[in-house]
Each structure stands twice: as C-alpha cells, then as structure tokens.
C-alpha cells in the first residue's frame, strides 16, 4: 500500500540558511499534518491543513510557514535556521475530514541537522 | 504536567511474555487514543487505535480504555525481540478544530531472548 512520501530524507544546512521540506500524502487523504522531534523527545505537533486550507497551529515557530496546495501535497519552509530546529520532522497524513477517529499515517521524516 | 503521561522505562521483559505498557492523560472529555511504536531514528508507526471503554484486541495487541480513570494500556501477549522498540501514547484532545495528536514522552520496551 502507498505511503506518506517525505523529501529529502536528509537535509543539512549552516545557521541562518533556509530550508524546504515536502510531504505527499498517502493517495485520496485530504489531511496532513506536521511534527518536530528532537532527540530523546516525543513529537510535537507544529500545523495542520485540511483540504488546502490551515486547520490547526501549534508550536510552530514565525520563521516557519507551510501549506498545502492542489494535489494535496504540503510543503514546510524554514528560515532563520538555528541550531536548535535539528530535528527528524514528520509528516502525517489522514482520510478523516477533521473528526476525532481519523487516523494519522506518518511518513519516514525528514532529519534536519543545522550546523 | 505534561497532557498525556507514560512511564519512560526501559521497560524489560523476557521473551514469551507479556509487556505491559500504562498511559496517563489529563483531558477528561478526550475522544481518540492510539498507540503508535517507534523504533529509533524511524517514523511512528500506528499498532492501535480504541475510542471506546474496554478491551480492543488485534494478534498479539490489546488496548485496554478506562475514561473514568483517564487511563489506556497496551498489553503485548508472546512478546519478541522484534517488539523491542519505543512505545508513543497519543491522545486527541478535546477542541473544537483540534485534531492533532499529543503524546507522551514514550516507553522504551527491550524484550531479552
């Protein structure tokens, strides 16, 4: 079966540099979200889109934006970098049209190392 | 107090037996629990999901849901090597327009040969 699809699997970049992180959601999901995890730490949510539209914020920082465009599809954009956004940042995606028993789907991440 | 609480671990058990994986969490009126496992430097990976009071088995896996307590467990029968991995409680939160999940710090399971 098709999975969450995560670009690049790995991404290293200096301080102050920006960076781009794609997720293509599992085939027919409308939903995706977006989460940090720092080494040793459980992840944290960070946004969410529904049919191309945001739906949810959480501990995103300003210098982050994303969205979702037409094939569903979202991109993660970072800029600013610091030290302390290395992290493996996951995507997830769902078929549940926001309800509380859709079920998240994760992809293999992408690990940020910022030098 | 972190949302959704776990013991962190290691939690080590022999191999045939059952482990037995416990999970805390403040919101009385959250909806969906799940149990995700993730082994190191990989993705979360969905085993459960209960939303309702009771027992949920699949194969080896049993979810466990007491709302009264705001309690859920993952009980793993015949547990092997393979299952040694880390163990994510994550909760809905109640909210309108809420959907993200929230998890625990994890449980790190080593089962021993």
């Known amino acids: 079966a098709a999975g969450v699809i995560q670009s690049p699997r790995h991404l290293i970049k200096e301080k102050r540099e920006t960076a781009t992180l794609k997720c293509y959601p599992i085939p027919r999901h409308d939903t995706v979200y977006w989460y940090q995890q720092g080494p040793g730490q459980d992840p944290q949510f960070l946004i969410s889109f529904y049919e191309k539209m945001q739906s949810d914020k959480g501990s995103i920082p300003d210098r982050f934006s994303a969205q979702q465009f037409s094939d569903y599809h979202s991109e993660l954009n970072m800029s600013s970098l610091e030290l302390g956004d290395s992290a493996l940042y996951f995507c997830a995606s769902s078929s549940g049209g926001l309800t509380s028993r859709d079920t998240q789907y994760f992809g293999p991440g992408t690990r940020l190392t910022v030098l | 107090q972190k949302e959704v609480e776990q013991n962190s671990g290691p939690l080590s058990v022999p191999e045939g037996a059952i482990a037995s994986l416990n999970c805390t969490y403040s919101?009385?009126?959250?909806?969906?629990f799940f149990w995700y496992r993730q082994y190191s430097g990989k993705s979360p990976e969905l085993i459960m999901s209960?939303?309702?009071?009771g027992d949920k088995e699949d194969g080896r896996f049993t979810a466990q849901l007491n709302k009264a307590s705001q309690y859920v467990s993952l009980l793993i029968r015949d547990s092997q090597p393979s299952d040694s991995a880390t163990y994510l409680c994550?909760?809905?939160?109640?909210?309108?327009?809420?959907?993200?999940?929230?998890f625990g710090k994890g449980t790190k399971l080593s089962v021993i040969p």
């Open positions: 994550a909760v809905k939160l109640a909210g309108a327009g809420s959907y993200q999940l929230t």
């Open positions: 209960i939303y309702s009071n």
């Open positions: 919101d009385r009126v959250s909806q969906s």
